[in-house]
């Protein structure tokens, strides 16, 4: 528990600091979206939205699942703030409820809490790349994942992409996405 105060508060200095520097800057992408997404090996479907509540932070949630009595379920806020032209650095803090057939296996799924930090890159006007290191702790069980992914903005408001996730709670994972701004 002790660890969950001490990632929330470094989360709050965090986006204190992107407050502080707000004026002056601002967020190289949008974070007002909806996304679908399907993962393989395992077969997963989720769901996802980002809504942006100040000029550098956002409200985020996610389910997936394998529609097997399953589900991976999170909500947080999360902090963005620029690096330079290109690049945001990234950061959230979750709530997560998580069932599954091994560890998690309980009829109301096990919670916890997730904190990660992540960066976002364009590398070209519709190319888009990034990654996130983070750390969960439910139900007495702590691990570490990561995340790589690109994606290709076909217009403003509509983009695709794929996902590498690692040892996430599906384990290791490719996953398709669409995701539409709003």
Same mark, same amino acid.
């Given at each position: 528990?002790?660890?969950?105060?001490?990632?929330?508060?470094?989360?709050?200095?965090?986006?204190?600091?992107?407050?502080?520097?707000?004026?002056?800057?601002?967020?190289?992408?949008?974070?007002?979206?909806?996304?679908?997404?399907?993962?393989?090996?395992?077969?997963?479907?989720?769901?996802?939205?980002?809504?942006?509540?100040?000029?550098?932070?956002?409200?985020?949630?996610?389910?997936?699942?394998?529609?097997?009595?399953?589900?991976?379920?999170?909500?947080?806020?999360?902090?963005?703030?620029?690096?330079?032209?290109?690049?945001?650095?990234?950061?959230?803090?979750?709530?997560?409820? /998580?069932?599954?057939? #091994?560890? %998690? $296996? +309980?009829?109301? @799924?096990?919670?916890?809490?997730?904190?990660?930090?992540?960066?976002?890159?364009?590398?070209?006007?519709?190319?888009?790349?990034?990654?996130?290191?983070?750390?969960?702790?439910?139900?007495?069980?702590?691990?570490?994942?990561?995340?790589?992914?690109?994606?290709?903005?076909?217009?403003?408001?509509?983009? /695709?992409?794929?996902? #590498?996730? %690692? $040892? +996430?709670?599906? @384990?290791?994972?490719?996953?398709?996405?669409?995701?539409?701004?709003?």
């Amino acid at each position: 528990m002790r660890k969950s105060f001490i990632a929330g508060a470094l989360l709050l200095s965090w986006v204190s600091a992107a407050q502080a520097n707000s004026a002056n800057t601002m967020s190289n992408f949008s974070y007002d979206y909806t996304e679908v997404r399907i993962g393989l090996s395992p077969l997963t479907y989720g769901a996802g939205f980002s809504k942006s509540i100040h000029p550098n932070a956002h409200l985020t949630g996610s389910i997936d699942s394998e529609f097997e009595s399953d589900w991976d379920l999170a909500l947080g806020v999360g902090f963005h703030a620029p690096i330079n032209n290109w690049a945001d650095l990234t950061g959230e803090l979750k709530a997560r409820n /998580i069932k599954n057939k #091994g560890e %998690f $296996n +309980d009829s109301t @799924g096990k919670t916890g809490m997730e904190v990660n930090l992540g960066v976002r890159q364009w590398l070209g006007p519709q190319l888009e790349v990034g990654a996130k290191l983070g750390h969960i702790n439910v139900h007495k069980i702590e691990e570490t994942f990561g995340s790589v992914y690109g994606r290709f903005h076909a217009t403003e408001l509509f983009s /695709i992409g794929a996902e #590498g996730r %690692f $040892n +996430d709670v599906y @384990g290791d994972q490719l996953l398709m996405t669409t995701r539409f701004k709003y």
